[in-house]
């Protein structure tokens, strides 16, 4: 199971950079030690804490009178040691 889909690049996503805080969009099924485990494993860094939060789809209306709901989503907020950073996260 992947459990890292992609980062978020978002204005306010990339305002936490200089806190050392990084938001990716990961799998529904991960839970806090699985996703530690993949950023420690994949960027050789030492995660101090993960956040995570459960994000519901909008639902759309498709042709003016149909209703669409988008998939729901998780996002976690994984916070590094002091002073390490991950490359490719622009500030």
């Given at each position: 199971m992947q459990i890292l889909i992609s980062p978020v690049i978002t204005e306010k996503s990339l305002g936490k950079v200089a806190e050392g805080r990084y938001?990716?969009?990961v799998?529904?099924?991960a839970n806090k030690p699985s996703v530690a485990?993949?950023?420690e494993g994949l960027y050789k860094?030492?995660?101090v804490s993960v956040n995570i939060v459960n994000v519901k789809g909008k639902t759309k209306l498709v042709?003016?009178?149909f209703?669409?709901?988008k998939k729901d989503w998780k996002?976690?907020?994984i916070t590094l040691k002091k002073g390490q950073k991950i490359t490719?996260?622009?500030e």
């Open positions: 938001v990716f969009k799998s529904v099924r485990h993949a950023v860094v030492d995660v042709r003016g009178q209703r669409s709901q996002k976690a907020i490719g996260f622009d």
